[in-house]
T-cell receptor
Framework: SQQGEEDPQALSIQEGENATMNCSYK?????LQWYRQNSGRGLVHLIL???NEREKHSGRLRVTLDTSKKSSSLLITASRAADTASYFC??????????WGAGTKLIIKP | KAGVTQTPRYLIKTRGQQVTLSCSPI?????VSWYQQTPGQGLQFLFE???????NKGNFPGRFSGRQFSNSRSEMNVSTLELGDSALYLC???????????????FGPGTRLTVL
């Protein structure tokens, strides 16, 4: 399979809570990216973390990368209804091709 | 700056027909990638074009083909359509070139293809 693995497949939390989703991969990577897809705005790039970085922040987003375990996590703090979407990780391989996870569907309940 | 545009947005075809989808990248972007997305699935990579050359290719049958023009616009063609080809086809462009250090992709809204 050309896909990475994401878990959980679906996540439902109350507004204001934190959401954590995980991604694992098998090959060496240049970087790992997270994207969000919802019906209103399509698929949008959120954050990129390079292979030599361990943690990165962008607003309410925090991404970690553990290259020894070939895994990454995305934390969304203080969730909002607008965060309801599917979240995908994408690993950039040595040939610059992106390999995608199957996605985590996040639902924020009011 | 205008985003990535795809035409048509919706398409209904019957088995055995062929279809051509079009993608106009963001101005200045030379790399265009195509993906297939089916319900509950992630993105399945079809191919990537850079400066009119196919640079990467996914694991799809030869019925799926593409090309890129000198203005970076790209087309994707699917011949002899099958029911399983029903999907959202996404096009993404990026600056990606030899001088770029990472491949951040900007996606179009997609073409939803239904095969009856």
């Amino acid at each position: 399979s050309q896909q990475g693995e994401e878990d959980p497949q679906a996540l439902s939390i109350q507004e204001g809570e934190n959401a954590t989703m995980n991604c694992s991969y098998k090959t060496s990577i240049n970087n790992l990216q997270w994207y969000r897809q919802n019906s209103g705005r399509g698929l949008v790039h959120l954050i990129l973390i390079r292979s030599n970085e361990r943690e990165k922040h962008s607003g309410r987003l925090r991404v970690t990368l553990d290259t020894s375990k070939k895994s990454s996590s995305l934390l969304i703090t203080a969730s909002r209804a607008a965060d309801t979407a599917s979240y995908f990780c994408a690993m950039e391989g040595r040939n610059y091709q992106l390999i995608w996870g199957a996605g985590t569907k996040l639902i924020i309940k009011p | 700056k205008a985003g990535v545009t795809q035409t048509p947005r919706y398409l209904i075809k019957t088995r055995g027909q062929q279809v051509t989808l079009s993608c106009s990248p963001i101005s200045g972007h030379r790399s265009v990638s195509w993906y297939q997305q089916t319900p509950g699935q992630g993105l399945q990579f079809l191919f990537e074009y850079f400066s009119e050359t196919q640079r990467n290719k996914g694991n799809f049958p030869g019925r799926f083909s593409g090309r890129q023009f000198s203005n970076s616009r790209s087309e994707m063609n699917v011949s002899t359509l099958e029911l399983g080809d029903s999907a959202l086809y996404l096009c993404a462009s990026s600056l990606m070139g030899l001088a770029e250090t990472y491949n951040e992709q900007f996606f179009g809204p997609g073409t939803r293809l239904t095969v009856l």
